[in-house]
């Protein structure tokens, strides 16, 4: 009996010294707990405080409740009602505490919403300036263009994007130009006093037998492209040029270009204009014949044309022009010069001793001269059609275009004025600078990458373009001759950043920092800037080759150089500048 009493009684014992130290935990970790709900900010941290209280305030209530303890304590007398009382009042004490608790977490969870409110909007405000910044920044480096800031490189010459830049030896690449483009200078003299005189002799038996009345007039060749700029390194030697037309009396050209004010040509054409082949009225304000009936016997010798010349009023029209519509057709013309150029080879090929072919029926002016000791000479003959006054001319065929352009829509090639570009800055570099050299060197391994991966959308023509944005951003004192390897860096490295952005602006439109000598009309260096890669980037897969491309030629540029690089007969290699191999 006493055993059992004394069993009875160690329980309540126990109970409220488990209650004191339940609450003694409770007020002392928690003690000024709205002071510390109210001092908290962060929204996930109010949170994350509440529920630990309500996960204390659960643990509390299960640690203090009856059902804790084993069922046999169930059977206590009735003598003891008074432990039962002491635990009665000590549940209701709890579940007071619990209920003050709960309040106040509520209490708190709602301010805490409140000032979540004002931490959005501050996230909100945040990134919307971010945008307008960001947007901002984009327009500055369209409408501002200033120097083009080199590629980021780390300690081992690995960009951003992960594709290692060339590095490579200023001895070797300067050994490799002596003795592998050198030659081509000499040669490229000859060829060129070649070519030109058998242009003229060419375009001359051409003017001969064409229709004054009802046939194009053509003007002087003009020498474009590689060639004639001096940086063609590259077999078979190739010649660029354009033959201008103007049209016969009584007819005139009317030019509608894409950044004209009222132009209706879609954006995807932009470089490309429109040209509407009209007919003028006869009658001259100098003369009278129009307006004055001189008889039968008399012959106005301004305009000399017979009635019977009347039938052929819209030859001309009917020989250029798009069916039904006065624009000019370009299949219309390359068919009309091809038909010309084979009669006017016709009568001059007895004066030569070579073979002369076309190359591409799809391109009529392609041209190829082979003579008997086997050399070739390839020409381009363009037709174009010289825009007023100006040295910009549209042109019938565009090799590098890769769009479905419609018949009627020609390009305008700015050529001339990228020529006369790069001949006004050589006069402000230093003597031997190194501008055409990195261009020679580009160009060599874009044709070696062509003979191992095949063709690409890539051409010469982007690469000219990315060495004239350089030479217009950089002083001239980085051109010198020992800058040979950082500047061939920074082109590669440009035209990588270039296909990175997929944007590569054209050189001549839309940029502010062509110099005034060149004589840009106004309207083309006003208006929008055009990217280059453009048609290409909407063409994925065309895109996807070109970069390719691209990574496989800077991969592949130390062993091309070092694999063209002349060696002596001991295995070294001569360095002009006496610098270390590096491979």
């Known amino acids: 009996m006493m055993r059992l009493i004394h069993s009875k009684r160690k329980q309540p014992g126990l109970i409220p010294l488990l209650h004191g130290a339940t609450f003694s935990f409770l007020f002392r970790h928690n003690g000024p707990l709205k002071d510390q709900t109210l001092a908290l900010k962060d929204p996930q941290l109010v949170m994350q405080g509440a529920i630990a209280r309500v996960c204390m305030v659960v643990v509390a209530a299960i640690l203090n409740h009856p059902l804790l303890f084993p069922k046999e304590n169930t059977t206590i007398p ?18 007071a505490e619990r209920e003050r608790l709960e309040q106040e977490i509520s209490k708190a969870d709602k301010e805490a919403l409140d000032s979540s409110f004002d931490c959005y909007g501050w996230y909100f405000w945040s990134a919307l300036s ?4 960001f947007t901002i920044e984009v327009c500055r480096q369209d409408l501002i263009p200033g120097e083009t800031p080199d590629p980021s490189e780390d300690e081992e010459g690995y960009t951003n994007a992960g594709t290692k830049v060339v590095t490579l030896d200023k001895g070797v690449l300067s050994n490799f130009c002596e003795t592998s483009f050198h030659p081509f200078i000499h040669e490229s003299g000859r060829v060129r006093e070649f070519v030109e005189g058998f242009a003229d002799d060419l375009l001359e038996a051409l003017r001969s037998i064409c229709d004054r009345e009802v046939d194009m007039e053509l003007e002087d060749f003009v020498g474009v492209g590689s060639m004639f700029e001096s940086w063609r390194v590259c077999k078979p030697l190739m010649c660029d040029l354009i033959v201008p037309f103007a049209t016969p009396e009584p007819y005139s050209f009317q030019f509608q270009l894409w950044c004209g004010a009222s132009s209706d040509i879609p954006l995807d054409l932009q470089g490309c204009g429109r040209i509407k082949l009209t007919k003028t009225n006869g009658n001259c304000p100098d003369c009278l014949c129009g307006t004055t009936n001189l008889g039968e016997d008399m012959l106005c010798l301004l305009h000399n044309r017979n009635e019977s010349s009347e039938v052929d009023d819209h030859a001309l029209e009917e020989l250029l022009c798009s069916r039904n519509t006065p624009y000019l057709s370009k299949d219309q013309v ?26 591409n029926l799809d391109f009529p002016g392609a041209l190829k001269v082979r003579f008997r000791s086997g050399k070739v000479i390839v020409l381009n003959i363009t037709p174009a059609i010289q825009l007023e006054d100006t040295d910009a001319y549209f042109i019938s065929h565009c090799p ?3 769009a479905n352009m419609s018949d009627i829509h020609w390009h305008l090639s700015f050529t001339v004025y990228e020529r006369n570009l790069l001949k006004h800055m050589a006069k ?8 055409l050299r990195c261009l020679q060197l580009a160009s060599f391994l874009h044709r070696k990458q062509t003979g191992l991966t095949g063709r690409s959308a890539f051409t010469n023509y982007h690469l000219k373009t990315a060495l004239l944005h350089l030479l217009l951003c950089k002083s001239p004192s980085a051109w010198k001759p020992q800058c040979l390897d ?58 996807a080759k070109m970069v390719e491309h691209f990574q496989e030629m800077l991969r592949n540029a130390p062993v091309l150089i070092q694999e063209y690089t002349p060696h002596f007969p001991n295995g070294d290699i001569y360095h002009e500048l006496n610098s270390p191999t590096e491979s």
């Open 78 to 95: 009735e003598q003891d009602e008074d432990i039962l009382a002491r635990m009665k009042e000590h549940e209701e004490r709890l579940k």
């Open 130 to 133: 971010l945008v307008i910044f």
């Open 334 to 359: 390359m068919k009309w010069f091809q038909i010309s150029v084979t009669k006017a080879w016709g009568q001059i090929s007895h004066k030569y001793e070579f073979e002369l072919t076309f190359r």
């Open 400 to 402: 590098s275009d890769t």
């Open 428 to 435: 402000t570099l230093p003597d031997n600078s190194c501008h």
């Open 486 to 543: 950082q500047r061939l860096q920074d082109l590669l490295g440009f035209l990588q950043k270039s296909l990175q952005e997929k944007r590569l602006s054209h050189i001549i439109i839309g940029n502010h920092l062509i110099p005034a000598a060149i004589e840009v009309p106004t309207i083309f260096l006003t208006t929008e800037p055009i990217n280059l890669f453009r048609p290409l980037v909407l063409q994925r897969q065309i895109y």
